[in-house]
């Protein structure tokens, strides 16, 4: 997991010296919106009109983040609309790489080797991390965000007119306790299971342990009383939720030393997962070989030996 600095690309971990052995995700750095008419959204600069293949989406298979937005792609009938290259599932020494690999077929846009060179067609002087997923403008050749909270929230909405699909998974009503939930979620568990894995002291990784497995069973005695997360419909903050416990069992679990119990062990969160799943247009958006081939094979310094584990054999097998 590298970065680029002032456009050089260089293969350095993070540092976790300088936090007491403590990860910290940097904040992603393109931030534009696009909106239903063009003018600013909540930030960055105005210009991005919401048009029919106009925008690419960059994304990993593996990564929960990424995932988002491709469940939001699939539910907002937007697969028409926006284009999208998959990633290589093994990111090693020079980062995402565009190697074509089952549904990874390559950059679809320039024939990329990297997705790094992706970032300084944006911006030849960028200096940050090289992440997905990436949203990419093709009339002004750049990207428009790598924050997949804002690109979800940009699919939600401000293609409604193109797609004529506008189910709401954000509404006014229920706004502030979405973004309530997703803060909770957000920091212990989607971040969370990160802040255990990649966690260099004894005292990060139990600090970690204990926010995810806490929090983890106040969303099953949640979910044990309500059906979804806030109010009686799904909402985003249930898709950012399910991104991580799809990958829990298979990966968090033995990979993160999140394993005080797996998802299958609370019967409301298992529940609630494959409800989830079974919404048309998810199941296909959930790659386990891609997700299990990431996190053992690119994360040398947990997984030296780079083997990828066979099982666990979980639920989803039954269910596609």
């Known amino acids: ?74 539910i907002k009938s937007l697969a028409d609309v926006i284009d ?13 790489s565009f190697d074509t690999w089952g549904p990874a077929k390559g950059d679809q846009l ?14 030849a002087q960028y200096t940050g991390r090289v992440t997905v997923p990436v949203l990419w403008d093709k009339q002004r050749e750049t990207i428009v965000s790598n924050e997949s909270a804002d690109i979800i929230r940009m699919f939600n909405g401000e293609f409604n007119a193109i797609t004529g699909n506008t189910d709401d998974y ?27 894995g990649f966690a260099t002291t004894q005292e990060a990784y139990e600090q970690a342990f204990e926010a995810l497995f806490t929090t983890l069973d106040q ?7 309500h059906e979804y997360l806030v109010g009686n419909q799904i909402t985003e903050a249930d898709w950012r939720l399910f991104t991580t416990l799809v990958r829990f069992d298979a990966v968090y679990v033995g990979h993160f030393k999140c394993n005080l119990k797996r998802i299958a062990d609370y019967p409301a969160l298992s529940r609630y997962l494959e409800q989830l799943y079974f919404v048309p247009g998810v199941a296909e958006t959930v790659h386990l070989e891609h997700i299990k081939q990431h996190y053992y094979y690119s994360h040398k310094n947990i997984n030296p030996t780079q083997v990828v584990p066979k099982g666990p054999r979980l639920p989803f097998e039954v269910w596609k």
């Open 110 to 123: 320039f024939g990329s080797q990297y997705l790094h060179e992706v970032y300084t067609r944006a911006d």
């Open 170 to 196: 954000y509404p006014p009503a229920l706004r502030t306790e979405i973004d309530e939930i997703n803060d909770l979620v957000y920091h212990n568990v989607n971040n969370g299971v990160y802040k255990a």
């Open 84 to 96: 999208v290259s998959i990633v290589h599932p093994h990111m090693l020494e020079n980062g995402w």
């Open 1 to 74: 997991m590298g970065l680029l600095v002032e456009g050089q690309w260089q293969d350095k971990w993070y540092d976790t010296e300088s936090s007491g052995g403590r990860f910290r995700r940097e904040s992603s750095k393109f931030r534009n919106w696009v909106t239903a008419s063009g003018e600013p959204g909540p930030n960055g600069d105005s210009g991005f009109k919401a048009e029919s293949g106009r925008y690419h989406l960059y994304v990993a298979l593996a990564c929960p983040w990424a995932n988002r937005t491709l469940i939001f792609r699939s």
């Open 219 to 225: 969303l099953e005695s949640r979910l044990g009383a």
